[in-house]
């Protein structure tokens, strides 16, 4: 990486990082909100999106970080890291900040609940960052390399799109 894309990409790092873990911190220390249709309530995930995978206990966050580190080799081979560190940072932040809560206190620490006219999945600001991030590739993607076909990139979005749902 560019040094400047260096800079870009620690601190796009650090700061959702820092904010993940600050706005967890809030609610392991007590805070709720209740609402109509969205609360703010703490709740331990054991599993990934939708608590799938929760039967693997201990081993999920092994096997997390085997695909975070995966992730983290396709990145940099396939030069989404230089091409998107900002991107790549946000991603990579949020994921192992929630990896962080797993090895820290036994599950992904999650607060937002949606409940207005069905019931969705806790989730928090780190599982929003990893959506953004692949909502910014899938962009990328099909704009600069499907309608104008700017950048050689083999590695597709269903690809990224799978690990980062594993990553939540």
């Known amino acids: 990486m560019k040094d400047e894309g260096v800079v870009k990409f620690f601190v796009a790092f650090l700061l959702v990082f820092l904010i993940d873990q600050a706005i967890k911190y809030v609610f392991l220390n007590g805070f709720e909100w209740k609402s109509e249709c969205i609360s703010l309530i703490l709740a331990i995930n054991k599993g990934v999106a939708f608590s799938m995978f929760s039967f693997l206990g201990e ?83 099909f704009f600069l390399v499907i309608v104008f076909g700017k950048i050689n990139v083999s590695v597709d979005v269903v690809t990224v799109y799978v690990f980062s749902t594993i990553l939540k």
């Open 59 to 141: 081993y999920l966050k092994y096997i997390q970080i085997v695909l975070i580190a995966g992730l983290f080799y396709i990145f940099y081979k396939e030069k989404l890291l230089f091409n998107h560190p900002i991107i790549s940072g946000i991603l990579f932040a949020a994921a192992l900040s929630n990896l962080l809560d797993r090895f820290i206190r036994g599950g992904v620490v999650d607060y937002v609940y949606w409940h207005c006219g069905f019931d969705f999945a806790i989730f928090n600001f780190a599982d929003v960052c990893i959506d953004f991030a692949i909502l910014m590739f899938s962009y990328f993607y």
